[in-house]
């Protein structure tokens, strides 16, 4: 059997507070999660239960006070090296064009100048920013930004990518354009892909499986759908058809009532 390409066992997180360094707030308990090679997972919960955490252990940017997490069957040790990540803030560098944003990575990386200028070129021109490699960030629209990220990302050519909510900030349509975008380059490539978001319909949309996370503290999964809608998908098409109903059903089932949970603390809070 080859091994997950991203595995999560028993990852617990646990943080001191900021303010009363007495007070330790457990964000995550006993995560177990796998995600195959090749296979699209989405993690879906309520604001605040643990999402980003986990994608920052599984990035290697935070070490879980317990549990381990392994890539392809190795104990992963300080940065993920096999990992690519977006964000849900912009990661642009300003002072930096579009494609001297993409070629950021390489050449630290330390890849020829030539070599980086032409791959970084073929990945703008793969996310339909063939024109815009001389513009700055400021010279984009959001759309275009978020382009450029994936760009940015992809040029490295991870076998794992992690996302956290990329496209939150973007208005429907660009999102649902760059939510098409991305399956079609995740169907060329097959990369394992580790999605954060709060939006059920985008998860299901995107996703092979969808993992529903409780409200916290000590927020672990407690449902797990298979998404067995067929590829490849339009992500506007699908939302209309009659088993996207029915697993948005059965997932909100799950979720409602950990969402209600969440935003209750959060106005106690
Ligand atoms: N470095 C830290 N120090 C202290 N507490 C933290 C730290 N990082 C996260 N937390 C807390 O852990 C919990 C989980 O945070 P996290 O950002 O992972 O949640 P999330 O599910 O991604 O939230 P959202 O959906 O709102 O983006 C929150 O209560 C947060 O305040």
Redesign the pocket.
């Known amino acids: 059997m080859t091994a997950p390409a991203l595995s999560l066992q028993d990852v617990t997180?646990t943080?001191?507070?900021?303010d009363d360094k007495t007070q330790r707030?457990t964000?995550?308990r006993d995560v177990t999660l796998d995600v195959a090679p090749g296979e699209f997972v989405s993690v879906v919960?309520?604001?605040?239960?643990?999402?980003?955490?986990?994608?920052?252990v599984a990035a290697g940017l935070?070490a879980p006070s317990s549990g381990q997490v392994q890539v392809f069957g190795a104990p992963l040790q300080g940065l993920n090296a096999r990992a690519g990540y977006m964000f849900?803030a912009e990661s642009l560098m300003p002072w930096r064009t579009a494609l001297q944003n993409v070629t950021a990575g390489l050449e630290f990386r330390g890849t020829p100048p030539a070599g980086a200028r032409a791959q970084a070129e073929e990945w703008l021109r793969r996310v339909g920013l063939g024109g815009f490699g001389d513009r700055y960030p400021h010279q984009l629209s959001g759309g275009m930004r978020k382009r450029t990220s994936l760009a940015q990302t992809l040029v490295l050519d991870p076998d794992v990518i992690l996302m956290?909510?990329p496209f939150s900030a973007l208005d429907v349509q660009t999102r649902q354009l760059m939510e098409n975008e991305v399956l079609a380059l995740w169907a060329e490539k097959k990369k394992a892909v580790l999605f954060?978001t709060?939006d059920l319909d985008e998860a299901i949309a995107m996703s092979d499986r969808v993992v529903v996370?409780s409200a916290?503290?000590g927020?672990h999964p407690i449902g797990e759908f298979t998404i067995d809608l067929p590829r490849p998908r339009d992500v506007a098409e699908v939302r209309v058809t009659p088993r996207f109903v029915e697993l948005h059903q059965a997932i909100w089932d799950v979720l409602r009532e950990e969402v209600l949970k969440g935003y209750r603390q959060q106005l106690a809070a």
């Open positions: 997180c943080f001191i507070s900021r707030y964000a995550v919960g309520p604001t605040g239960c643990g999402k980003s955490t986990l994608l920052n935070l849900q956290d909510e954060i709060h996370m916290g503290p927020s």
